[in-house]
């Protein structure tokens, strides 16, 4: 799973990546401009907003992402934690509100029940089913009627993706930025490899049929 940190004290910023690491890959923005830039790429599993920024301030991310029908869940992180800046934030549609200062625990139990009750697809146990076939978040394994197969790197993180988003049709370039990342160095062909070699992983157990290539757009996940 992919979070957007936009949070101009870069400090902070990086104990908050750091932090949540090792469930959540996270790209960092460090004003309200380069957030909203980020956040229009749509692949993000929840944003953590700060309120003050330059550029943009968090409220003026936050209105212009539901404006443009970015539903992307926000969590507000913030030292304005007056009743006031609340209410404004919920009314321009974010998901939950934290004030500084916070306890790292608390932050990464709220994303996860931010995703949890946003997407409706994980369970409780950072679990993700579709029919027989369950993905455990925590542990990365796949499973098929206790049947376990294996799925190296970042075959796990594309299937994650796709049944995440299943019936959504999904580019290269938004798997390519969610799973690879905008800095990589590769190229947006390595997403063909990934995906053939996780219809051959998923032919064995008769799952393939539901990974299907829209050509010369990207894949989608559905019945």
């Known amino acids: 799973m992919k979070i957007l940190i936009i949070e101009d004290d870069k400090i902070l910023s990086k104990t908050i990546e750091q932090c949540t690491c090792q469930k959540y890959d996270a790209d960092r923005a460090f004003d309200g401009a380069e957030g909203l ?43 304005k934690d007056g009743l006031d800046d609340k209410v404004k934030g919920f009314r321009l549609g974010a998901d939950d509100y934290l004030s500084k200062p916070f306890e790292i625990a608390e932050l990464i139990a709220r994303i996860d029940a931010l995703i949890r009750r ?27 009627k206790n049947e376990e197969i294996t799925l190296p790197g970042k075959q796990f993180d594309v299937l994650e993706y796709l ?11 938004q798997i390519f930025d969610k799973i690879w990342g905008f800095d990589s160095d590769t190229s947006t062909n390595v997403i063909e490899v990934y995906t053939s070699g996780l219809r051959k992983e998923l032919k064995k ?19």
């Open 163 to 173: 049944i995440n988003s299943k019936n959504t049709i999904i580019t290269k370039d």
């Open 37 to 79: 830039i980020y956040a229009r790429q749509n692949i993000y599993d929840a944003i953590i907003l700060d309120l003050m920024m330059p550029i943009m301030s968090g409220y003026d991310v936050l209105k212009k992402m539901r404006e443009e029908k970015i539903l992307t869940p926000v969590l507000i992180l913030t030292a």
């Open 118 to 144: 946003t997407s409706g697809n994980y369970s409780e146990n950072n679990i993700l089913e579709f029919k027989d076939l369950v993905l455990d978040l925590n542990n990365r394994k796949v499973k098929v």
């Open 205 to 223: 157990i008769g799952y393939d049929q539901y990974l299907k290539t829209i050509r010369g757009v990207g894949y989608i996940w559905s019945e």
